[in-house]
Each structure stands twice: as structure tokens, then as C-alpha cells.
């Protein structure tokens, strides 16, 4: 079973950035991380395979990037130009498929003020 530890969240105002982190126990193929905001679906937001293809949500495309240390099995979510519809919980997901993540994270809240 993988084991996901992530790093990183919290209070910004709008217009300011953050970065995500998350580090697997160890290599998985797809790694990613999705959100959920307060009554509503969670949501992927990006994911990057081993091999370096990206997929990031039409939301948040221009604004945040994920990138990768296979060395390090880490993940990372470079949030920028934040806005308050960004405000969730952000989960660090892993799997064979980031469709399916057979792994989750425990969770970081991101809060972006007006």
C-alpha cells in the first residue's frame, strides 16, 4: 500500500501563490492531486505520470503547474495567481490510473481571501 505525505497549504491572498507537496513511500506511475471544495464534487486538478506527461484542469490551466522528482517520489502543485474559488482541500492522489487513485493523501486546505 502506498503511503502519500503531503506538505505545503494554507492562508493566501488573492493574486498570491503557494506550493503543494506530496511524497509517495514509493514509485508509482501517476501522481496528481485533486480538491474539494465546500458542497461540491471533488475535482482533479493535475496529474503527471513517471514518463513527465501533465494534465491540468481548464480551471486552473496558465496558473498552476505540477512537476515531479522521480529520485524523490514527490509531487509537486505550484499554485499561482490564486483566487478565492480556489479555496478546498487539496488531496495528493497515486495509482496506476490518476482516474482511479488506489492512494490519497490526508489532505491540506488551501484558504485564498478576497
Known amino acids: 500500500q502506498v503511503q502519500l505525505v503531503e506538505s505545503g497549504g494554507g492562508l493566501v491572498q488573492a493574486g498570491g501563490s503557494l506550493r503543494l507537496s506530496c511524497t509517495a513511500s514509493?514509485?508509482?506511475?501517476?501522481m496528481g492531486w485533486y480538491r474539494q471544495a465546500p458542497g461540491k464534487q471533488r475535482e482533479l486538478v493535475a496529474s503527471i505520470t513517471s514518463g513527465g506527461s501533465t494534465n491540468i484542469a481548464d480551471s486552473v490551466k496558465g496558473r498552476f503547474t505540477i512537476s515531479r522528482d522521480n529520485a524523490k517520489n514527490t509531487v509537486y502543485l505550484q499554485m499561482s495567481s490564486l483566487k478565492p474559488e480556489d479555496t478546498a482541500v487539496y488531496y495528493c492522489a497515486a495509482g496506476l490510473r490518476i482516474i482511479i487513485p488506489s492512494a490519497w493523501g490526508q489532505g491540506t486546505q488551501v484558504t485564498v481571501s478576497s
Open positions: 514509493r514509485d508509482i506511475v501517476s
